[in-house]
Structures are given as structure tokens and as C-alpha cells.
């Protein structure tokens, strides 16, 4: 730094920003950033409890889990304060009936047969409280194809 | 809990009454009307007051952000349109009432700089800055920022002992 510089920086230290116009003054002013005083919050919060204890969530809605319909219906007591859940723990299916339906050639070397079945499902369900069961049973039908031998 | 409103608002208003020549200054160097230098200023303010938890900000970032919210505004400026670029028809520089008088030759060469030498420039000379605190502002190295600042010495010197020139003002742009 030079002597030049020193008398250039007094000069310019001697200077000073011009002043800013009172319309850019007028609106900085107005610009300021405002933040919710405490009590704003205070009575956003109180207006949150009130509508709470007004209008309370529906307890039974929420807490109550809905069993799955197929055991429902099943169940011997429907009682709605009935809570357990059953799953079932065995099965046995017995084929009671068999029907032929016809013989399918799309491939002319291997005709299938369809048969018709009909059975009849045993399923024993556990409620979970480990103590409680209780058994359905269903019929039901399905058609499987059987390859048929040819000579 | 926060000061009342109004002690913030007293704050605000203290706050610019104190530091707003200084920023609108350097806002001025830093776009390319006087505009556009009120608007970045504006936004700039009350950005950085707000960061800050409404209280007074440190001037470097005021002057980081005047800087950022500038460059944001030529470029989404030059995007839509190519505006006439004309100079600042006003003088950026003041002398205190008991001064010798306004010096437009030398407010003149100061608007003349170019802008990485204003910068710096007015950041030091009218902010007050350190040179480290230029660096974190202009996000420059602090050494850029002192050789910047003799630079733009020696265009002010040179230009001050050149003949007066009359030619139209070259415009600023960030």
C-alpha cells in the first residue's frame, strides 16, 4: 500500500453511501418480517384442545379390529364383544362323489378325461386364547383333468 | 420468549437506519437499475433478518445474499428478456454535511469498476468488512480479495488522473 492509496482511501473513507429515498425507506419499513407472538400459538393450541374434547376420536373405530369375515360367520358366538381371532389348524377334505364330464382332444395323441369332483372339507379352527376351537364344514366341487391312456 | 412486536419493530427500524445506506450501495453495484437494486434489497433484508431469528444479521451475510438474490434476478432477467441496459443516473456517494463537498468525478469511477473490483471495494471501504469476511461474502479466497481491493485502487487512481471522459457509463452487471 502507497502513499497514493492512503490519500485515495481518505478520500473515499471521506465519502459515505447516499442516503436511501424515503419511498425505498418507507417500504423497508413496511417489508419487516413479523413472526406469531407467543400467545398466537398459545391460542391456535387451545382452539386444538377444545375441538378435541368436543368432538373426541371414535374409540371403537379405531381400537376394534374386525375379524375376517369368513370366520366371523362361522363363529358360534357373534357377539360384537367377542374379540378372538380363529385360524385354522387342520383340514381334511373327502372325496365323496365323481362324474365324468367328457374327454378333451385337443392333441389327438393325448385325449384328456375331465371328471367332475365333489368333496366335502373338515376344517377345525383355534381361537387365540388358545383354549376355544370350533369346526366348519363345506362342500365343494372341482373338475381335474386326467390324462387318459391310449393303446 | 421473543421481544415484543413492537421492539422488534423498533429493532427493524434501527437496524436500517443504520446499515440500509451501506446495503442499498452495494445492491446498487450489483444490479443494473435502481429498481431492480430496491426489489434485491428488499428481499434480501428481510431474508436475511428472518435467518438471523429476527434480529440484526451479520453484514456479511446481508452482503452473500444481496449478492446471491442479484444473480438471481439478471438471470432469470436475461431468460425473459434482454432489457435495455442503462446506467444509474444517480450519484451512489454522499458526503457527511460537514464534508468539503459531493466528488461525482470520483463517484463516477467507482460506478466504472468493474464489478469483481466494485465489490470488493465497497465492501471494504463503506461495509467495513475484514478481508476474511469479504471472502465468506464474495465467496472468493481472502487473498483474491486484498488483491482485488488494490486493483481496484489503481483503476480509481488512473482514472482519476485521466481526462474527464464523456462517454456514456458502461452498465453493471453482476
Excluded at chain 1, 365323481?98 to 385337443?106: A, M, N, S
Excluded at chain 2, 451501506?22 to 431492480?36: G, I
Excluded at chain 2, 486484498?146 to 482514472?159: E, N
Aim: proline share 8%; aromatic share 8%; glycine share 2%.
Amino acid at each position: 500500500m502507497n502513499i497514493e492509496d492512503d490519500e485515495l482511501e481518505r478520500r473515499l473513507q471521506a465519502l459515505q453511501p447516499a442516503a436511501v429515498p424515503e419511498a425505498l425507506t418507507a417500504r423497508l419499513q413496511h417489508a419487516r418480517p413479523k413472526r406469531p407472538h407467543w400467545w398466537y400459538l398459545a391460542a391456535a393450541m387451545a382452539a386444538v384442545a377444545v375441538l378435541f374434547l368436543r368432538f373426541p376420536p371414535h374409540t371403537e373405530t379405531v381400537s376394534a379390529p374386525i375379524p375376517p369375515p369368513a370366520v366371523a360367520t362361522e363363529t358360534p358366538v357373534e357377539s360384537l364383544e367377542d374379540l378372538r381371532v380363529f385360524l385354522p389348524i387342520e383340514q381334511t377334505s373327502t372325496l365323496v362323489k365323481v362324474e365324468k364330464v367328457g374327454v378333451l382332444e385337443t392333441d389327438p395323441e393325448r385325449p384328456i378325461q375331465l371328471m367332475r369332483t365333489f368333496w366335502v372339507d373338515d376344517v377345525t379352527y383355534r381361537g387365540d386364547d388358545g383354549v376355544s376351537t370350533f369346526q366348519r364344514q363345506e362342500s365343494r366341487t372341482e373338475i381335474i383333468p386326467v390324462a387318459l391312456q391310449t393303446y | 420468549m421473543d421481544a415484543s412486536p413492537s421492539t422488534s419493530t423498533t429493532s427493524w427500524n434501527s437496524w436500517l437506519g443504520q446499515r440500509s445506506r451501506q446495503f442499498l450501495l452495494f445492491a446498487r453495484s450489483q444490479t443494473r437499475c435502481e429498481a431492480d437494486a430496491h426489489d434485491v434489497l428488499q428481499d434480501s433484508l428481510v431474508e436475511t433478518w428472518r435467518r438471523a431469528g429476527h434480529k440484526a444479521p451479520d453484514d456479511a451475510l446481508v452482503y452473500a445474499t444481496i449478492r446471491r438474490r442479484a444473480i438471481d434476478l439478471f438471470r432469470s432477467t436475461e431468460r425473459r428478456q434482454r432489457r435495455e441496459q442503462t446506467a444509474y443516473e444517480i450519484l451512489w456517494l454522499d458526503q457527511p454535511a460537514d464534508g468539503p463537498g459531493i466528488d461525482p468525478a470520483l463517484d463516477e469511477a467507482v460506478q466504472r469498476l468493474p464489478n469483481h473490483l466494485r465489490e470488493v471495494l465497497i465492501v471494504r471501504i463503506w461495509g467495513g468488512l475484514t478481508f476474511q469476511q469479504i471472502a465468506l461474502s464474495l465467496d472468493i479466497p481472502a487473498d483474491t480479495a486484498a488483491s482485488r481491493y488494490r486493483y481496484a485502487l489503481d483503476h480509481l487512481r488512473k482514472a482519476m488522473k485521466q481526462p474527464e471522459v464523456s462517454q456514456p457509463a458502461s452498465p453493471h452487471l453482476p
